[in-house]
């Protein structure tokens, strides 16, 4: 019989403590320097193997730690209270490249990209989203992929593309039989270096994450050899739907790290700023605050991590991520909020962490399903109970 623990084992203790004192020393002490140049630190992510983080559940065999998914976001979470922008970058190569690849892959894809993948000097992308499809995937889907000979012609483009200009191989969703609705999706692995006609734009000039790299990609008569397809042909928009659960998992990890690491600034900031003769945090007004996001992101992380707790387990996990991500990310919002009011117009500035992780923390209720959209998922699931 499964029962209810809240407790850490020690070995994911042990671990937590080594990825707190990796990111305080490697990444915490360069975020805004990766926010204001827009690069990642390949210093940092060169030594990440050591700590499974290029590879979190990828196979020991493969250059991976293959850790449970409570690890994964514990991993997630210090990455998120660190530096925004790299957490982003490592949540998109682990959940959305090397896990399709782990779940799906022949031996041979394997073999092929989960060494380089795992070795800390490239990052993985997924591309789903196109200009006219973000939430709508199953009906706005343009990018098609036909046989010719023995080779898969793709043409179309995808938009808001994480880690591309970093990726040795690309997951590219493509319409490969336009009459067969959610079962005419495929995936198709796609190598930027070893192809003709894939154009990786430059990177969008966002508001925040700006380490990590967003671009748009064009494909124009792409070939890739037929044995580039990943998993089953006609199972693309299910592997999707696959691995965007996970994928809310990683999410909600990382907003919750965000929230930590704005709610730690705010704490801090409230015990040396004095006002009317005593530190801010001894006014009730101050204190709401602080014991609102207290509690919020205590919650926060236990939906995560019981989200993760069920994944691990083989129970259903669809809804409980999406609940999960839903809280974190908003959570996330209001306490980085809240943490800039406490910094009265400091908080406004590039001086003081809280600006940025603000910015970090808008894309949250966007990327990986919208709170709308999971709004709806975790009705739809709430329904059908019912039924």
Not at 96 to 120: F, H, M, N
Request: hydrophobic share 40%; net charge negative.
């Amino acid at each position: 019989m499964d029962t209810m623990d809240f407790e850490l084992t020690e070995e994911q203790r042990m671990y937590q403590r080594a990825l707190r004192d990796f990111c305080e020393a490697e990444l915490k002490p360069y975020a805004a320097e990766v926010d204001e140049s827009g690069e990642l630190r390949w210093e940092a992510i060169n030594k990440m193997p050591q700590l499974g983080l290029t590879g979190l559940q990828v196979p020991e065999e493969y250059g991976g730690a293959d850790l449970d998914t409570i690890s994964l976001a514990i991993a997630m979470e210090e990455l998120g209270r660190a530096c925004g922008s790299t957490a982003l970058s490592l949540a998109a190569h682990n959940g959305l490249c090397c896990g399709p690849i782990v779940r799906w892959g022949t031996d041979a894809q394997k073999e092929r990209y989960l060494p380089q993948l795992t070795s800390g000097k490239v990052l993985g992308s997924l591309a789903l989203t196109e200009p006219g499809a973000g939430s709508d995937l199953a009906n706005s889907v343009q990018t098609s992929a036909v046989k010719e000979g023995d080779s898969w012609i793709i043409d179309g483009a995808k938009a808001w593309i994480t880690n591309p200009k970093y990726a040795p191989v690309i997951i590219t969703l493509v319409r490969t039989d336009k009459q067969a609705g959610t079962k005419g999706f495929s995936m198709l692995l796609v190598e930027p270096e070893h192809v003709e006609g894939l154009e990786i734009h430059h990177p969008e000039k966002k508001m925040g994450l700006k380490g990590s790299p967003t671009q748009m990609l064009s494909y124009d008569e792409v070939r890739v050899p037929l044995d580039a397809l990943l998993g089953e042909e006609g199972q693309g928009f299910y592997q999707t739907m696959q691995t965007l659960d996970g994928g809310r998992i990683s999410i909600g990890a990382l907003s919750v790290g965000l929230a930590q690491a704005a709610f730690e600034a705010g704490v801090q900031y409230a015990k040396q700023r004095r006002t009317f003769g005593k530190p801010i945090a001894d006014h009730q007004a101050i204190q709401w605050m602080i014991a609102d996001a207290a509690t919020e992101i205590d919650a926060a992380r236990l939906m995560v991590y019981r989200a993760a707790w069920l994944r691990d387990h083989e129970k259903p996990f669809s809804k409980q991520a999406a609940m999960a991500k839903l809280m974190a990310s908003e959570v996330a919002e209001r306490v980085a909020r809240n943490a800039i009011q406490i910094h009265g117009g400091y908080g406004y500035s590039r001086e003081f962490p809280v600006e940025r992780i603000y910015r970090d923390t808008r894309l949250m209720t966007i990327g990986e399903g919208t709170s709308e959209i999971l709004r709806l998922v975790i009705a739809r699931r709430t329904l059908e109970a019912f039924d």
